[in-house]
């Protein structure tokens, strides 16, 4: 199946525009949230009696549900399945622990492997003690590329912006960056040098003690690198920064500094819901912060969560994770609830345990132990003379909720007195045994905007009961709400609806699927209330074989102003990672018969009117290669933009299926 211009929508799915038409109809204009508590509920230990002594950074792939950990005494990076919690493989040939491999020359006192990344769910690259970087392939689990980075220290901390398939890699004590093509796996650096020294010579800072992580920030396309002193004597006593980097032009296109009372010597960073960036900062200072993404300004300053390397942040559970091995008081693992901006109960470690990581897929977070640093693994039936890896989650009450949004993408205007309500509708499902009492919705922290919800009767989604009022929900049942956010200001955000109860934890947070994208402009744009079917009416693409072709059809209606509006077919929502899932997506405006008005391609522009429906369907063919069913990640999105906002967005997940392969 092609989708050409001539090809028809089958009878029964046409009746989506009328779906559309029937919701767009419906939609009229709490109590704090309980803290999740994370404790350590098992280890993983490595097979033959391995050591851990010295680790670096360590990443997961949550469509792969993998966690990775440099491993510096086995010389190894070390792959693990999130969803068994067993080791997969470890890939050697690395530098190891200082003065055992690299031990003559320049790189004699050179650590490594350092810092890691997945690249296109298809490899992972680490940065190692002899300044190169190693490229561990994912499905031979060999090493077939080396990519020397010709400085004359080790290679630290990078990340990976995969709409320009590029990685930043930081050579932390020479002080310099360089950008590598991940297609070529060569240095596209654009100086003579083909590197970038943190000296003070042009946009760059003078970095006096070293770089730090950096991160890509799928919300605007821009690298983060953390700076921990510019300007300073190497002692974290003055200033640090964030520095804000093209990856088009290299420059640095923002400083933004940092107050020494919120953060000295900023370490680890991580990208969190917008606009927020969790920093990890050092015990030189007496706090840890999180800044706006925009200009930096400080949002929230935790004290006491200060000693930290790696950070990293869960986008399902909403929280940060702060390995805090030179806490000034105790090692910890620090947690920041980034829905309400409150600190945790913090997880004591050992004084070495400077790496975390948490996996979105499973909930799992992964802090390896360092051998002798604490009891962790003897007490879950380890030995603390190895070390192990601490898995870390959430136990949660006795109640289990998930949550839905349709639909998933509105836009609106404020006026020069006060917004309008935006609205939509929602469901809680208790998936549990018990009752789940007190339920609610809520705004989180920060969202400049008054919240309303209120319980609908599914039939018709009428409102019922009393506004702002939570509800006890049944064993095994499902409560539906509708909701009005009425923005007092501007701003564009997928925002994560806090959907909680007296005795759960908040259901899990899955963009594009319970969170709010909502955007807010002056003047007015369009609002493409949108919503998808396919050809199962189950809510999954089926793709037959590894290389077929499945449907997903649409119909958006616009209950805003008249626009011209992109529709493009995605593999990930708005403003997240791209996803890279092994497919092709073309797409075509239909009329009411089903008939493509047009030979598919990669997205269609159109000139909408206010009440105006228009009608799509999209061609989803895979490229050779299964994926496992994974319908909270791997979906296809329809995403509505005008210029650069998003003004709609819905989607359908994809399966592989047995069947003919064309």
Not at 16 to 33: E, K
Not at 222 to 232: D, K
Not at 419 to 424: K, Y
Not at 624 to 651: D, E, H, M, Y
């Amino acid at each position: 199946m092609t989708g050409t211009q001539g090809w028809k929508t089958p009878k029964r799915l046409r009746a989506v525009a009328f779906l559309a038409g029937a919701f767009a109809s419906a939609l009229i204009a709490g109590p704090a949230v309980a803290e999740m508590a994370y404790k350590v509920t098992s280890i993983i230990s490595l097979p033959g009696g391995q050591q851990i002594t010295s680790v670096d950074i360590g990443f997961t792939d949550p469509l792969l549900s993998q966690y990775a950990v440099t491993d510096r005494k086995n010389k190894s990076v070390d792959v693990f399945d999130t969803k068994t919690n067993t080791l997969l493989f470890q890939t050697v040939g690395f530098c190891g622990i200082a003065g055992t491999t690299c031990t003559t020359g320049t790189f004699a006192s050179e650590a490594g492997p350092n810092g890691l990344i997945y690249v296109d769910h298809k490899e992972i690259w680490a940065a190692d003690g002899d300044s190169s970087i190693k490229v561990v392939d994912l499905g031979t689990h060999t090493i077939p590329h080396t990519i020397p980075l010709g400085l004359t220290k080790r290679a630290d901390e990078l990340c990976h912006d995969p709409v320009d398939n590029l990685v930043l890699i930081a050579s932390d004590k020479d002080a310099v960056i360089q950008f590598i093509d991940t297609k070529s796996y060569t240095n596209v650096t654009n100086t003579p040098s083909h590197k970038i020294v943190f000296d003070g010579t042009g946009s760059y800072p003078n970095a006096t003690n070293g770089i730090e992580q950096c991160q890509y920030n799928p919300h605007n396309g821009l690298f983060y690198l953390a700076i921990p002193e510019v300007n300073g004597a190497g002692n974290d006593q003055t200033p640090g920064a964030v520095i804000v980097i093209s990856p088009q032009t290299q420059k640095v296109v923002a400083t933004m500094a940092l107050p020494l009372s919120s953060c000295a010597g900023p370490q680890g960073l991580t990208i969190g819901p917008a606009p927020q960036i969790l920093l990890g900062c050092s015990n030189n200072g007496p706090a840890t912060a999180i800044i706006d993404e925009r200009d930096g300004h400080v949002l929230a300053t935790f004290q006491g969560l200060n000693g930290n390397d790696e950070v990293y942040f869960d986008s399902v559970d909403n929280h940060y994770f702060l390995a805090q091995s030179n806490n000034s008081v105790t090692p910890q693992l620090g947690i920041i609830d980034a829905i309400t901006l409150t600190a945790a109960p913090s997880i004591p470690t050992g004084g070495s345990d400077h790496s975390v990581a948490a996996d979105p897929s499973t909930g799992n977070v992964y802090v390896p132990i360092v051998s002798g640093s604490s009891n962790i693994c003897s007490t879950f039936g380890g030995s603390d003379a190895n070390g192990c890896i601490a898995v870390i989650t959430s136990q949660g009450g006795p109640a289990k909720i998930v949550a839905a949004v349709a639909p998933t993408s509105r836009t609106s205007a404020v006026s020069s007195t006060l917004g309008t309500p935006t609205t939509a509708f929602a469901t809680i499902i208790n998936a549990s045994t018990v009752a789940a009492t007190k339920c609610s919705i809520q705004l989180p922290a920060g969202v400049p905007a008054d919240f309303k919800y209120q319980t609908t009767d599914p039939a018709t989604n009428t409102p019922t009961g009393t506004a702002n009022t939570p509800v006890d929900i049944a064993a095994g049942a499902t409560k539906t709400f509708y909701f009005a956010i009425t923005p007092t200001g501007f701003f564009s955000q997928d925002i994560p609806l806090v959907f909680v109860c007296d005795n759960t934890d908040p259901a899990p947070s899955i963009p594009g699927l319970n969170t709010f994208l909502l955007t807010v402009s002056n003047p007015a744009l369009a609002d493409m209330l949108s919503i998808t079917d396919t050809l199962s009416h189950d809510g999954f693409i089926n793709v037959p074989g590894t290389a077929g072709t499945g449907l997903m059809v649409a119909a958006a209606i616009n209950l805003g102003a008249a626009g011209t509006v992109t529709f493009t077919p995605l593999d990930t929502p708005f403003g997240q990672l791209p996803r890279s899932l092994p497919l092709a997506l073309n797409i075509c405006q239909t009329n009411a018969s089903g008939t493509c008005l047009a030979t598919p391609g990669p997205s269609v522009t159109i000139a909408v009117n206010n009440g105006q429906t228009v009608l799509f369907s999209i061609f989803v063919t895979g490229q050779g290669k299964s994926i496992a069913t994974n319908p909270a990640f791997s979906r296809v999105f329809l995403v509505a933009t005008q210029g650069t906002s998003p003004v709609g967005q819905a989607s359908s997940a994809v399966k592989f299926v047995a069947g003919p392969s064309s």
